[in-house]
């Protein structure tokens, strides 16, 4: 079974701040899914990735294959952009099952 | 948005009685999927679907029974709720299974009390 941890655990930052939160997994995948939990609980798909980069607005994902270990950025971090952000991979290569993280809280002060 | 709602989208019952939460979607995904959600644990998957009467069990799917008799319903059943079944449940769904992304519906905050 894949091991996905995610780090930091929780982050507290100031407005218009770069944002770096990072994912590990111990298993080969063929890509990874980066989610978001609202405040009121709604979680919504960011972005899945195989490879390279994806952005998305402000939001830019990179994934690295070989180390297993992707990161998910926010540029000029907005009071909006507080949430829980969930890395997620398959438990293994090929499985449509999915082994989720246990989510960074994200919080940005006016 | 896609088009999937839960219900009830709130229940409270007692040990011992069961329980079926509903997920419905519009967009006519093969995939369906049951998970919770509790503090300090990531979502864990319960049961999911790749069609229709076609189930597979997660990670913690005992306690749990499911069915999906149409494409757009999918039925998660505590068969005898129990005090460790308090959890918020989330269905998820999804066209193209291990090479899509999944799509997830607003929650049920379930108590059992």
């Known amino acids: 079974k894949n091991e996905v941890e995610q780090s930091p655990q929780n982050l507290t930052a100031q407005e218009g701040e770069f944002i770096t939160i990072n994912c590990s997994y111990s298993?080969?995948?063929?890509?990874l899914h980066w989610l978001q939990q609202h405040p009121g609980g709604g979680i919504v798909s960011l972005f899945m990735l195989s490879s390279g980069k994806k952005k998305h607005g402000r939001l830019i994902a990179t994934i690295n294959i070989q180390e297993k270990h992707s990161s998910l950025h926010i540029t000029a971090s907005h009071p909006r952009d507080s949430a829980v952000y969930i890395c997620?991979?398959?438990?293994?290569?090929?499985?449509?099952?999915?082994?989720f993280g246990t989510g960074t809280r994200l919080t940005i002060i006016p | 948005d896609a088009g999937i709602t839960q219900s009830p989208r709130h229940k409270v019952t007692e040990t011992g009685t069961p329980v079926t939460l509903r997920c419905h979607q519009t967009e006519n995904h093969r995939y369906m999927y049951w998970y919770r959600q509790d503090p300090g644990h990531g979502l864990r998957l319960i049961h999911y679907s790749y069609g229709v009467k076609d189930t597979d069990k997660g990670e913690v799917s005992d306690g749990y029974s499911v069915s999906r008799s149409k494409t757009e319903d999918f039925l998660l059943t505590l068969e005898s709720a129990t005090s460790s079944q308090t959890s918020v449940y989330f269905c998820?769904?999804?066209?193209?299974?291990?090479?899509?992304?999944?799509?997830f519906g607003p929650g049920t905050r379930l108590t059992v009390t």
């Open positions: 298993v080969g995948i063929s890509a």
């Open positions: 997620a991979a398959p438990r293994d290569f090929g499985n449509e099952k999915l082994t």
């Open positions: 998820a769904i999804s066209d193209r299974g291990r090479n899509g992304e999944q799509y």
